[in-house]
């Protein structure tokens, strides 16, 4: 549950972590933008109120896992994590650099706090699977940790995905919590042109997944949703967080075209005015 | 007078087994024997899985549906809460053992080299070798000696499309016995092995008292007097078709050694060098396409340390078939023949 103040402070950190988003890919001068702004509710919730972890020691052993299966998106994990404390947050104008940590895709050996290599879609969750997996043979059901695995919807189209669908299912792996971001769009267009994903829900309940649908920039919500994960003890939990690509710009916002393409100076510009002007606002689509 | 005749025929056999032989390498003394004893390279590899996991609870075991054929199943049985069956799904394979990896387990992923490594090549080069995970991959049935199965199921790329990943090691052993220690001598490394393995009873050339290293070639053949006249270099259950055609050349009056390569990555480069002084001329053997395999890799080192004249024996660029094992290595000049004509022709 969220008390008003932290709900306010969570408001604020993910303002704050959308504007470093868009200095670091005018900076970068290349990398994606719709999902990274569209995430930044769900991650700021994971890294500021959910998360067991420890910024100044990301190898603590028994930390929770977050697994970002959709690599592109890596600007707001750079972001988040570095607003959290791993690392300084002037370091996220290295984005994409020659010799940078900051990987265009990310890197599990270049930068501490990074569970996972990835980039190429489909095979996130299955790793975050092979993690629990490994885990319970360690400790049984009785672990202490959860692991968290962030995939796309348009990786949804990937084989890769199924296969660990399934397999969580049939294995029954009570602490593997995974959220996807339901933003519609893909780089060609929109999921449902691409390659229609419907029903969604009724496709993880069917591999024996405990199935939640919530609204991904409602604060409440992601944590309500990601407490009755934490609360089911036979099955993995599928979150599916309905988020608006390039929430927080209006003009970036639902458009497709800002999936793969950074802004240019003007349209910083005009995005750090939004994000400005919401500060203190509350930005859920159903408040 | 029969019998003596045998005798003297058995002195004889064992008089020039122990001359080219080298004595400590301790091979099978049958090796040379029509009765050699002979076991699938898959079966040492399920026995020395087993061996591994008694001895490192860290070693897990994931298969995708083919636990009995692939040899698996001895591990699982024993160790049922360290396996997972993952179904045909060989690139939630490669990725499901990348997460256990990184949780600090060494996980062995078994399917045939047609789909693990063939159809996950990409989980396998993210998820384990960029990653930097101990994923041990072994790929059974490899080669076009899978025979009736025909060409959807002969993996002769197999080699080419590991050796290239960064960090990734490459085993190739040349019995089932070899096939044991490759697997448990795997498990001790921090690094993506791939093991490639074959499906059909092949002669035991090796014995358990033979060293073993990864990385490391080993002479298995040398002339009764001499430098040879042409090396050849060899992987895999083709060793015994070589130890055959340098023992019958060596009757003809033809000086043949013979290097039994068994890690294609990292390259024995040293071994490589010497042997190809002592030779001059080269003739590799492979099961597997020409390209991208145990020849190229030579030639590769050969190449920039000491150019040296090499015929490749090996699949030229086509897919396999159906046919018996037999008729399939001869069909695609791998046989015996084959070798020999390779043999004739780097020397003329």
């Given amino acids: 549950m969220l008390d008003e103040e932290k709900k306010k402070k969570l408001v604020h950190v993910s303002n704050e972590i959308r504007k470093s988003i868009i200095e670091m890919l005018l900076e970068a001068g290349s990398g994606h933008t719709a999902g990274p702004l569209g995430m930044a509710d769900v991650f700021t919730a994971l890294y500021f109120h959910i998360l067991k972890h420890n910024p100044k020691n990301p190898e603590w052993e028994d930390r929770d896992r977050v697994i970002l299966s959709n690599g592109h998106i890596c600007p707001v994990l750079y972001a988040t994590m570095a607003h959290a404390g791993y690392f300084p947050v002037k370091e996220l104008m290295t984005l994409r650099k020659f010799s940078s940590r ?74 593997l919590i995974a959220i996807m971001d339901r933003n519609n769009i893909q780089i060609d267009g929109y999921t449902e042109d691409v390659m229609p994903l419907e029903p969604l829900k009724a496709k993880w309940e069917a591999w024996n997944w405990h199935v939640l649908e ?17 609360a089911v003890f036979n099955r993995p939990t599928m979150i599916l967080a309905n988020t608006i690509p390039g929430k927080g710009v209006p003009a970036f916002e639902r458009k497709y075209e800002w999936h793969g393409k950074p802004p240019n100076t003007e349209e910083a510009k005009i995005a750090l005015d939004a994000l400005r002007s919401l500060e203190g606002r509350i930005i859920s689509e159903n408040s | 007078m029969r019998s003596v005749a045998s005798k003297v025929e058995l002195l004889v056999k064992i008089a020039s087994f122990v001359v080219m032989i080298p004595q400590e390498l301790k091979l099978n003394p049958k090796i040379f024997d029509t009765d050699v004893e002979q076991a699938p390279i898959r079966e040492g590899y399920g026995k020395g899985l087993l061996e591994a996991g008694r001895v490192d609870e860290r070693i897990v075991a994931l298969c995708a549906d083919l636990t009995g054929s692939t040899k698996t199943d001895l591990f699982a049985k024993e160790f049922p809460n360290r396996f997972v069956q993952i179904g045909v799904a060989e690139q939630n394979l490669a990725a499901v053992a990348s997460g256990m990896a990184a949780m600090g387990k060494i996980p062995f ?155 294609i990555k990292p390259l024995d480069k040293k071994g490589i060098i010497s042997f190809a002084r002592d030779a001059r001329r080269l003739v590799t053997v492979e099961e597997h396409q020409v390209a991208g395999g145990l020849g190229s890799a030579v030639a590769e080192c050969l190449v920039e340390n000491l150019p040296t004249p090499i015929q490749f024996v090996g699949v030229r660029d086509v897919f396999g078939q159906s046919g018996t094992p037999d008729e399939l290595i001869s069909h695609y000049g791998m046989d015996e023949r084959g070798i020999t004509d390779a043999v004739r022709r780097v020397l003329s």
Wanted: net charge negative; hydrophobic share 40%; aromatic share 6%.
């Fill in chain 1, 102 to 175: 900051l990987q265009g895709h990310p890197h599990r050996e270049w930068l501490p706090g990074i569970e996972t290599s990835s980039g190429p879609l489909g095979s996130g969750l299955s790793q975050a699977l092979g993690m629990a997996l490994a885990d319970r043979i360690d400790h049984g059901t009785s672990s202490s940790k959860f692991f968290y695995c962030l995939v796309s919807d348009g990786e949804m189209d990937a084989g890769n995905i199924w296969e660990a669908g399934m397999l969580a299912g049939k294995e029954g792996v009570h602490n």
């Fill in chain 1, 214 to 230: 919530i609204d991904g920039h409602n604060f409440e919500e992601i944590v309500d949703a990601v407490e009755q994960a934490q």
């Fill in chain 2, 109 to 263: 992923i078994t399917s045939y080299a047609m789909f693990s490594p063939g159809r996950n090549w990409e989980q396998i080069r993210t998820t384990a070798c960029y990653n930097d995970q101990p994923v041990k991959i072994a790929g059974s049935h490899a080669g076009v000696s899978v025979g009736p199965d025909g060409g959807t199921h002969q993996a002769i790329e197999d080699m080419a499309i590991m050796r290239v990943i960064p960090r990734m090691t490459v085993i190739s052993p040349c019995d089932a016995i070899e096939a044991k220690k490759a697997t448990m001598e795997a498990a001790k490394t921090p690094h993506p092995t791939y093991i490639r393995l074959a499906r059909e009873k092949t002669p035991i050339i090796t014995t358990e008292a033979t060293p073993f290293e990864i990385g490391k070639a080993s002479l298995l053949f040398k002339p009764r007097e001499g430098k040879a006249e042409v090396g050849i270099i060899v992987t895999g259950a083709l060793v015994y078709q070589a130890l055959m055609v340098a023992q019958a050349l060596e009757k003809e009056g033809v000086r043949i050694s013979v290097l039994n390569v068994s890690t």
